[in-house]
């Protein structure tokens, strides 16, 4: 049972984590993805990184560690965040934001694909269900005169990523705090975007409007900052039915705070698919009933 404090963080959490997708999607339109990726994850980790000292928890990253480090930031990191941020710009960002959460599906079958985990009969309603949500935005993309389907395939890719990182973290072994493995793998999430936004973009004039800076600082210090922190505590402590519904909630502020954020309108294709995409996500990740004698 969750106490009124928790489903207060719980509750904050799953707000700042929709709305994000929408601010995201308006900071593209001054700053190109990988720069924007490079900016607001640097800032984001250096700001974590200082919490968690202040808070005395050991940082450091011994060089044993660095190459286990590194190789969770590939998927978890890297992959995500450089797939779901080329697929934001390609789609509205309601739509992104639901593509994007058919992860847990993808960690399901991953893990049955390469740990041989068995699957019962709700993984294949939660299969069913994500591809239904995925097929519906893809149709509806090719459809469009203005449709990206492109987009589709870059979410999939990142949701694909999330799963295999999510995997690598519950099969790797080390005696480093969750928070200094995750901040060291965004700074060196942060050293990538850095290095290949130079070579795919070209430079930013940093000259940005007065709700741009505050769209940054949002990702900087809510998303990559302050949400991290609320996560740390409840992790801990949440039961898994409490993280699923978090997670089915996301998609929904996403696609409704885009209308108050970018101006999108969701038709009833992303209506539709936020409802596959949310039974696809119970289906995969709420606990089932145990049958007692």
Same mark, same amino acid.
């Given at each position: 049972?969750?106490?009124?404090?928790?489903?207060?963080?719980?509750?904050?959490?799953?707000?700042?984590?929709?709305?994000?997708?929408?601010?995201?999607?308006? $900071?593209?339109? !001054? #700053?190109?993805? @990988?720069?924007? %990726?490079? /900016?607001?994850?640097?800032?984001?980790? =250096?700001c974590l990184l200082a919490f968690f000292v202040w808070r005395r928890v050991d940082m450091r990253l011994p060089w044993r560690e660095v190459g286990r480090v590194a190789w969770l930031a590939l998927p978890n990191i890297v992959g995500w965040h450089f797939f779901s941020?080329?697929?934001?710009?390609?789609?509205?960002?309601?739509?992104?934001?639901?593509?994007?959460?058919?992860?847990?599906?993808?960690?399901?079958?991953?893990?049955?694909?390469?740990?041989?985990?068995?699957?019962?009969?709700?993984?294949?309603?939660?299969?069913?269900?994500?591809?239904?949500?995925?097929?519906?935005? $893809?149709?509806? !993309? #090719?459809?469009? @005169?203005?449709? %990206?389907? /492109?987009?589709?395939?870059?979410?999939? =890719?990142?949701?694909?990523?999330?799963?295999?990182?999510?995997?690598?973290?519950?099969?790797?072994?080390?005696?480093?705090?969750?928070?200094?493995?995750?901040?060291?793998?965004?700074?060196?999430?942060?050293?990538?975007?850095?290095?290949?936004?130079?070579?795919?973009?070209?430079?930013?004039?940093?000259?940005f409007s007065g709700a741009m800076w505050a769209s940054l600082a949002y990702g900087v210090f809510l998303n990559y900052g302050y949400a991290?922190?609320?996560?740390?505590?409840?992790?801990?402590?949440?039961?898994?039915?409490?993280?699923?519904?978090?997670?089915?909630?996301?998609?929904?502020?996403?696609? @409704?705070?885009?209308?108050?954020?970018?101006?999108?309108?969701?038709?009833?294709?992303?209506?539709?698919?936020?409802?596959?995409?949310?039974?696809?996500?119970?289906?995969?990740?709420?606990?089932?009933?145990?049958?007692?004698?």
């Open positions: 049972m969750l106490t009124s404090r928790q489903l207060g963080a719980l509750v904050l959490l799953t707000l700042m984590w929709g709305v994000n997708w929408p601010m995201m999607k308006f $900071s593209l339109r !001054e #700053l190109s993805p @990988l720069y924007f %990726r490079a /900016v607001t994850m640097s800032g984001g980790a =250096l941020i080329l697929g934001l710009k390609e789609l509205a960002s309601g739509r992104a934001s639901i593509l994007g959460f058919t992860m847990p599906v993808w960690t399901v079958l991953i893990g049955a694909l390469l740990a041989h985990e068995k699957l019962h009969a709700r993984v294949y309603v939660s299969v069913v269900a994500a591809v239904a949500a995925v097929g519906l935005l $893809s149709a509806h !993309e #090719l459809a469009s @005169l203005a449709g %990206r389907p /492109v987009g589709v395939l870059w979410m999939q =890719l990142a949701a694909a990523s999330w799963a295999l990182g999510t995997l690598l973290m519950r099969r790797t072994r080390t005696a480093l705090p969750t928070e200094a493995v995750t901040v060291w793998m965004m700074l060196m999430g942060a050293a990538f975007f850095w290095v290949v936004a130079p070579i795919a973009e070209p430079a930013p004039t940093w000259q991290q922190i609320i996560w740390f505590g409840l992790a801990r402590q949440l039961p898994p039915s409490a993280s699923a519904f978090s997670i089915m909630a996301v998609p929904v502020v996403g696609t @409704l705070a885009a209308t108050l954020i970018v101006g999108e309108s969701p038709g009833w294709t992303d209506l539709v698919a936020i409802v596959c995409v949310s039974v696809a996500i119970a289906s995969a990740l709420l606990p089932r009933k145990t049958r007692h004698r």
